[in-house]
């Protein structure tokens, strides 16, 4: 609805500040807690289509490594986490109105 009554979705600069009280990457803990990955959900943008490079669908699907595309790639990615750490590692793409027949 906010795009049809022409919302832009754009954040002016002016309004944005930083973030207070980040923790630096030095004081990260070296133990990972990976139970963590169980309320974790992999998001991967997938909104343009490869028009620019000759193609009529979403660029995830470009064969890149023998049959597998981009999108192969990140989900076998997604099923090897699952798989190493023992946890239902959620995964979502995120489509443009371009690109969402292509991946459902």
Same mark, same amino acid.
């Given at each position: ?29 070296? !133990?990972? !807690? ?37 999108? !192969? ?32």
């Amino acid at each position: 609805k906010s795009l049809v009554s022409g919302n832009t979705g754009m954040i002016p600069e002016s309004t944005i500040s930083p973030a207070p009280d980040l923790a630096r990457a030095e004081e990260f803990s070296k !133990d990972a !807690d990976t139970s963590l990955l169980a309320s974790t959900v992999v998001l991967k943008l997938n909104g343009g289509l490869g028009t620019g490079m000759g193609l009529d669908k979403a660029k995830s699907l470009l064969k890149v490594k023998g049959d597998d595309t981009f999108l !192969d790639l990140t989900a076998k990615q997604i099923i090897s986490m699952r798989k190493d750490f023992g946890m239902k590692v959620k995964f979502m793409l995120m489509n443009s109105f371009s690109t969402s027949d292509d991946t459902l």
